[in-house]
């Protein structure tokens, strides 16, 4: 069915039809409108979930922990310090392989308060053991959060997922949405380790470090196989509703001699740049980086690379352009850009690839090149 919807309503559009058992929920700018009319449709009976309102974020990932082991589906939603403060229970949400679906609605960290688009939270968990995927429209954040609880729950993978929407820019825009009858497409889920009351056994004691070990390594294999199962959803999810995603989302990059590389709503931003730069006649393609974790093989032999960072690591540098740096072995042109929300259009992009000094890393409307 064709409407008008934001990133937010169409995540909950996606997260009911789903058909989660559990659903944990606290308020957080600006993600609360998911939370709030997910509460609609379990209280208007649309919804047959359990609603959990809880007193904190970190609550509410624990009760989803708490529920997910019993072997049911769950979800919640979180944005900026509701995610940090969540960070004990989702390393443990991974550490336990329980297929948590969760939204996090993508904000800048205080000080100083700012409730604009920023990335920084999300890549603060992206150790966790959490696959970690970011969206560029409305449509693309419900066809995604459809997608997570298949990609989470299936028995190769096994691991919470994260959907990234900025802030604001996504999360509240209005855009053309297309729902779909999900039927099938989303199996029934079937958790191994699951809590059985008639086997009682031990979840969570001591661990030697041994087998310490051998627990790490099973996160990282079934991290390593979630590639094959997204593309296989995502092809079966083509096949079925006639959309299609991949690992990324490139344009006019066949050709290109520069490639701009950048994640969520600026990744889309990008290709206005790029035509204004084939029109110079620049050989310039985008790339817009979906999934972070598992991070993909990126195509970019013999292209000069310009990345977009929507985050820092402080005395390190931007993040996406020092994992790309250190998979591809290549020399990139790093820009710190659109920080707590900060306005950045397609002019300053193509003017990004224009002046770019390779090795350089330059920090918009801050600094000049350092």
Known sequence: MKEISTGNKAVAKAVKQALPDVVAAYPITPQTEIVETIADYVTSGQMKSRYIPVESEHSAMAACIGASITGVRTFTATSAHGLL?????????????????????????????NIWAEHTDAMQERDTGWLQVYVSTVQEAYDTTLMAFRIAEHNDVLLPVMVNLDGFSLSHIMQPLDT??????????????????????????????????????????????????????????????????????????????????????????????????????????????????PFPKLDLAGKEVVVIDRDYSFGYGGIVAHEIMAKNHCEVYSVIAGLGGQEVTYDDMAEFVRTRRMGGEFWFGVTSHV
């Not at 290709?271 to 979906?290: P, T």
């Open 180 to 293: 779909v009858e999900p039927g099938d497409f989303i199996p029934p889920i079937h958790l191994p380790h699951a809590i059985d009351m008639k086997n009682p056994c031990g979840y969570g004691g001591l661990t030697m470090p041994d087998q310490h070990a051998m627990f790490r390594w099973e996160i990282e294999r079934s991290m390593r196989d979630a590639g094959k199962v997204i593309a296989a959803t995502e092809k079966d999810f083509a096949k079925r509703f006639g959309r299609s995603y991949g690992p990324t989302e490139n344009y006019r990059c066949d050709d290109a001699d520069v490639i701009l590389i950048a994640m969520g709503t600026f990744g889309k931003e990008a290709e206005v740049a790029i035509d204004i730069l084939r029109k110079e006649g620049i050989k310039a393609g985008s790339m817009r980086l979906r999934w972070f974790r």
């Open 85 to 113: 403060y969540m960070h004990e229970m989702t390393n443990w949400a991974a550490g336990a392989r329980l297929p948590i679906v969760m939204v996090n609605v993508n904000r800048s960290l205080g000080p100083g308060w």
